[in-house]
């Protein structure tokens, strides 16, 4: 069988996270951000594939941090405001700066925030590989998380393990 780039990794579901960052002015970024990847345990690190001509990587490039929201299972609308390139995406949800760094986040929409800051950015193809070391993880909700492939949305619910 014959099958494209795109329907592969379409068929390999994903978490969905919001990458957010900020540029040293008041202005907010953030996209939604499926290509999340656990790196390293110690220290504690991660990347993130961000598209080249993304505004929000050139804010996190500047900046030298981000924060990679992880979604609750409600939260598909959020998913699909940050990746539809709305100007006004901020305007539509709640959010905070992190403690840390300053990276928005969002706090009715994730269930986890981890703070990261920029370790090294590499360039690759029309995406860039941003790794980051995670600074401070703040859980905000229990229950679900966003999972996307086959181009649907699925909620993973948590449940209680069985006893016995
Ligand atoms: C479920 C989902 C997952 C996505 N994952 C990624 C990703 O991993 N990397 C990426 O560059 N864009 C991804 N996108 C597309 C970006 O979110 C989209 O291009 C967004 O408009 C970019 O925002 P920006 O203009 O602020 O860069 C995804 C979109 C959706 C809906």
Known sequence: MDTSFR????????GVSVVTGHDGGPRPYGMTCSALCSLSAD?????VCLRAASPTLAAV?????????????????????FGSGAADRFDRVAWRPCAGSGSPALVEAAHTVADCLVERVHPAGDHAI???????????R????????F????TWTHAAAPIG
């Not at 229990?142 to 492939?149: C, F, K």
């Open 7 to 14: 329907e592969m990794m379409a068929a390999f579901p994903s």
């Open 61 to 81: 490039t500047r900046s030298g941090a981000f924060a990679v929201n992880l979604l609750h299972g409600d939260a598909q609308d959020v998913a699909a405001l």
């Open 142 to 149: 229990e229950g679900s998380a966003l999972l996307y492939g």
């Open 151 to 154: 181009r649907r949305y699925r």
């Open 43 to 47: 220290p504690p690190s991660l990347l």
């Open 130 to 140: 941003v790794v980051g070391t995670v600074r401070h993880i703040e859980r905000l």
